[in-house]
């Protein structure tokens, strides 16, 4: 059964019968902005950028996997491509961009992997309808479990931000853990935030 997860949560990245994951994925799913005008509502597309930051022992950011890298120097981290409208016609239940994490294959340096998202068009996070987070065992295109979700809209604290920390996967006893962040910050793009997850977040 899916965790609903809240803020600073933890949970324990594990199979039902206690075995350790090798691979998960991390799934955003987020709404085109409705505008009221003097002939009706439109829909505005919304782009968001969902990324993914490797970090190491020393909270050194050692790689990075977005949009303009798909994929991890070291293999282990694949991203699914660049959504740039969002679900233009309601929620239809899918992820709009998908990140697969190989847990197993992840360098023995990188203690930490932060999933973190941008407003690539600087559209207020407080505007969006609807974004969650899922994370689950299957690929991009296949669900096979649900290990935990994470709704982050409508959220009076967004107000104003166009970037996110949505959470940060780390090691602990040589086992992967998660932790639900959902905080916005000040930056206004992908390197700052970066920056900001090593400073605050690890």
Same mark, same amino acid.
């Given at each position: 059964?899916?965790?609903? &997860? ?7 990245? !594990? ?18 902005? !409705?505008? +009221?005008?003097?002939?009706?509502? +439109?829909?505005?597309? #919304? ?13 050194? $950011? ?7 890298? &798909? ?8 991203? @699914?491509? %660049? ?8 929620? %239809?239940? &899918? ?11 992840? $360098?023995? !340096? #990188?203690?930490?992997?932060?999933? /973190?998202?941008?407003?690539?068009? +600087?559209?207020?996070?407080? =505007?969006?309808?609807? =974004? ?14 649900? &290990? ?7 959220? $009076?604290?967004?107000?104003? @931000? ?5 959470? /940060? ?7 992967? +853990? ?6 916005? *910050?000040?930056?206004?793009?992908? !390197?700052?935030?970066?920056? *900001?997850? =090593?400073?605050?977040?690890?």
């Amino acid at each position: 059964m899916a965790i609903s &997860l809240t803020k600073g949560q933890r949970i324990s990245l !594990e199979k039902e019968a206690g075995k350790s994951l090798q691979q998960i994925c991390v799934g955003v799913n987020w709404g085109a902005i !409705e505008k +009221k005008g003097f002939f009706g509502t +439109k829909k505005v597309p #919304v782009d968001l950028d969902a990324s993914v930051g490797l970090y190491n022992d020393k909270k050194e $950011p050692v790689d990075v996997v977005y949009f303009g890298q &798909l994929r991890s120097k070291c293999g282990s981290i694949h991203h @699914s491509g %660049d959504d740039l409208t969002g679900d233009m016609d309601g929620d %239809d239940g &899918l992820d709009n961009e998908v990140v697969t994490i190989s847990l197993q294959q992840v $360098p023995n !340096e #990188v203690s930490a992997v932060a999933v /973190v998202l941008n407003s690539f068009r +600087k559209q207020d996070f407080a =505007a969006i309808p609807f =974004a969650s987070i899922r994370l689950y065992e299957g690929s991009p295109s296949r669900v096979d479990n649900i &290990l935990a979700t994470y709704d982050i809209a409508n959220d $009076p604290s967004f107000s104003g @931000s166009v970037t996110m920390v949505l959470g /940060v996967l780390y090691k602990k006893d040589g086992d992967w +853990k998660f932790k639900a962040v959902g905080e916005p *910050t000040k930056d206004q793009g992908l !390197e700052q935030t970066i920056i *900001t997850v =090593a400073r605050s977040y690890i």
